[in-house]
């Protein structure tokens, strides 16, 4: 064996030379494994004794991709392109041997081997998208060439990861090899290549899979309909189909420079910049500064819940889809009835899809248990409470689980808003409390708040974080404040919104404009679709906001075909003359002047008080990090993952730009826009909030 760089080696096996890469984490194309595959395809096709060569990758994976921490970097050493060459231009057969996944870079490699085998579990795709690129080396125009241009289409624009099986079944994978055994099965291939004097099988020739969609913009146009709502504000999709076109209708070499020069304007422009920020801030969330990575964890296999409801029936399911038992507890039968009634037919719903076989619903229920009795949970490792949001109910059923529950049990909230560490006081046990902050529903919003009291304990919070990956959530840890990060900063945008329609914007301008922005529905939509009337009493209402008066006019919402829209009987909604009357009047009331109000000031008043309240939670140590507050919103509250979350946009804006903003409104408004000290400081200092460590 002979070492051509640090992270790769040449070794001859006879008359196959084998080039094994070694660059943990995911062997990602930095300009070692480059230099490495350049330098050792030129040495092993320099050798006359050689007969093929087995590309192959050591650690838990194939290539990755390029290596996204290069990004926008100056380039060094060897190119991808100059890598790609030496494979596809080598004197003999190359084989790449895949295991892990083959993904973007990595997969674009091995499509200039001439020949690919992969253990059955390895996974292939072209997941550049879902960073906002496309892969940009030659990945658009040799797919197309194995698998057609319809399933192209939806590899590059979904990103999927596809399992080697299917991959050899569309001809992507030549064969399979036993697991466990791929260097062997790879050797096996190279033999029977040579001996069966197998071509250099080179996929830039192949054209009649291409062929067949020319002269078909239909196809194309078919399946840029079809998609139009998943692919609502984003560039990357656009261009990707750009580039299949491109592979059907151009030569390869010119399909070839049409792909660079789409690849160069996703990489230069915001949104690429942004998907690969939240690419990295999904993988830093899990790392807690003050909690180290071999902190010891709680073996969780008995789960608790308290309250059927809304939010207690979607938590159960999000454990019982990752096979953990869950108790469920609530206070009458009839609760308890109804919450289960309402699991099983979620359950029933998704087998209905195809989703979910009807011995997976009945496998999910019999691992679910209905009780009315906190002292069922006596055995539970966890136990989330998710009954009424009431400090005096929620106080006395932690008093009693401390009562009840073995030591050492995490006892976690799904408060909204309640402080965690005077619910944790109702205990002897605060080190053991936690929030755990679901997003409804439950069982299909990826976020998870995880709150952090002034006690909780390192285990604690270990095991949490380890938990929520096990159900498939993504977590955030934050600290103890009204409304922690995310309702923290939604009550600003809540607070500007109910403002403006005073003002003179009308709630479908706002509503428009921020669906525009990216969100998947404005505020003044939201309340409708979610009902007007939660916490208003009509006995206590005093027609005091507009809100207030929508509801005792029984405009409560889509339920009830009104609110602040006007609804259909296909529940589609319409601007309503009525509501725009009433806001009018009730401006009037109050003596406000109504004004015109453009689309910019709806995202500056809308917005950036949210920036300016995300930058006092991280100057109050309440979120660890300012990707951290991104990844909630964008995870919880629907912000366009292009758009990287509101602490990035705000610097993508320029925080100078959101700090003069804040001060001329605080000027003309008062203390409700009072810029953070934290934002005053880093505008000083020229500071970007991803420059904080
Ligand atoms: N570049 C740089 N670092 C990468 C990377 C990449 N392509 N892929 C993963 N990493 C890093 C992660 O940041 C993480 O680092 P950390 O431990 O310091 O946080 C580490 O590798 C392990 O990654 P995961 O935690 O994600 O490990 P998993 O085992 O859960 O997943 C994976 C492995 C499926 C390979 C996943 O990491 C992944 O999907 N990676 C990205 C793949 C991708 O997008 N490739 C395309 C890149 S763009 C491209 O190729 C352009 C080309 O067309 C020119
Ligand atoms: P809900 O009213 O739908 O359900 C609460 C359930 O708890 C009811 O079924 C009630 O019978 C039961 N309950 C009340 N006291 C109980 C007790 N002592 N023992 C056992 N069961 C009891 O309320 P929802 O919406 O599920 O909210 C629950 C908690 O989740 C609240 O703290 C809320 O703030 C929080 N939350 C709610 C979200 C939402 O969108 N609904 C989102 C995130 C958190």
Redesign the pocket.
């Known amino acids: 064996m002979a070492a051509i760089n640090e992270v790769t080696d040449l070794a001859l096996e006879g008359d196959i030379a084998v080039l094994t890469l070694n660059s943990p984490?995911?062997n990602?194309l930095s300009a070692p494994v480059r230099d490495g595959i350049f330098k050792g395809m030129g040495e092993a096709s320099a050798n006359p004794s050689v007969r093929a060569i087995v590309l192959i990758c050591q650690g838990?994976?194939f290539i990755?991709?390029?290596?996204?921490?290069e990004f926008g970097k100056p380039p060094k050493g060897a190119s991808?392109f100059d890598a790609q060459a030496a494979i596809e231009n080598a004197r003999v057969p190359v084989i790449a041997a895949i295991h892990g996944?083959a993904?973007?870079?990595g997969l674009?490699v091995a499509l200039t081997c001439h020949y690919r085998v992969a253990v059955p579990s390895a996974r292939c795709g072209l997941?550049?998208v879902?960073?906002g690129?496309l892969?940009?080396?030659g990945?658009t125009q040799r797919l197309p060439r194995i698998v057609g241009a319809e399933r192209a289409l939806e590899m590059v624009t979904s990103g999927e990861h596809v399992g080697a099986k299917a991959c050899a079944a569309m001809g992507l994978v030549d064969e399979l090899v036993e697991e466990g055994k791929l260097r062997e099965g790879a050797l096996a291939f190279a033999r029977k290549v040579i001996d069966e004097k197998r071509p250099l099988k080179r996929v830039r020739d192949l054209n009649d899979k291409v062929e067949a969609a020319r002269g078909k913009p239909e196809i194309f146009a078919a399946f840029r309909k079809a998609n139009a709502r998943k692919f609502r504000g984003f560039e990357a999709p656009e261009a990707n189909i750009k580039c299949i076109e491109a592979a059907v209708n151009l030569p390869f070499e010119e399909g070839l420079k049409e792909e660079r020069r789409l690849f160069m304007g996703l990489m230069t422009g915001n949104q690429s910049a942004a998907q690969r920020y939240v690419f990295?801030a999904e993988?830093a969330v899990w790392k807690v500064p003050d909690v180290p990575a071999d902190t010891k964890t709680i073996p969780v296999q008995k789960v608790g819940v308290i309250g059927a409801g809304t939010m207690g029936g979607g938590i159960a399911m999000n454990f019982l889809n990752a096979g953990i038992p869950v108790t469920i507890v609530e206070q009458k039968q009839e609760a308890l009835d109804r919450g289960l009634a309402v699991i099983r037919k979620n359950y029933e719903t998704t087998a209905k899809r195809g989703r979910l076989t009807m011995e997976d619903v009945e496998k999910r229920m019999a691992m679910l248990t209905g009780s009315l009795s906190l002292e069922d949970l006596a055995d539970r490792d966890l136990v989330v409470e998710a009954v009424f949001e009431d400090m005096g109910i929620k106080k006395d059923v932690f008093g009693k689980l401390d009562r009840i529950v073995k030591q050492g049990a995490i006892l976690a909230t799904n408060t909204s808003y309640l402080n965690v560490d005077e619910i944790a006081s109702a205990t002897k046990r605060p080190e053991s409390v936690i929030g755990w902050h679901f997003f409804s529903p439950a069982n299909v919003m990826r976020l998870l708040e995880l709150v952090r009291g002034d006690k909780t304990s390192n285990e604690v919070i270990a095991t949490s974080l380890q938990m929520a990956r096990k159900i498939g959530k993504i977590a955030a840890l934050v600290g103890v404040c009204p409304g922690f990060v995310g309702n923290r900063m939604l009550a600003q945008r809540q607070r500007e919104a109910q403002k403006l329609i005073l003002e003179g914007a009308m709630p479908w301008d706002i509503d428009r404009v921020l669906y525009d922005f990216g969100f998947p529905m404005g505020p003044f939509a939201m309340s409708d679709l979610a009902g007007l009337d939660i916490g208003w009493f009509r006995e206590k209402s005093t027609s005091s906001t507009i809100r207030e008066i929508l509801c005792e006019m029984d405009r409560r919402g889509q339920k009830t075909g009104a609110g602040f829209y006007d609804y259909d009987a296909e529940r589609n909604a319409r601007p309503s003359p009525v509501v725009e009357k009433i806001i009018r009047d009730f401006a009037a009331k109050k003596g406000i002047n109504q004004r015109t109000i453009s689309d910019q000031e709806i995202i500056e008043r809308c917005i950036y008080p949210m920036i300016n309240e995300g930058a006092k939670i991280l100057e109050e140590g309440k979120a660890i990090r300012a990707s951290d507050i991104d990844i909630v919103w964008i995870n919880g509250y629907g912000w366009p993952v292009y758009r990287g979350g509101p602490m990035f946009f705000g610097d993508t804006i320029g925080l100078d730009k959101v700090l003069a903003k804040m001060k001329e409104f605080e000027g003309q408004m008062g203390a409700e826009f009072t810029p953070s000290k934290l934002l005053e400081k880093m505008v000083a200092e020229g500071k970007r909030f991803q420059d904080l460590k």
């Open positions: 984490p995911v990602a838990q994976t990755a991709g390029a290596d996204i921490s991808l996944t993904l973007g870079g674009e997941p550049e879902k960073l690129l892969p940009g080396a990945g990295f993988r």
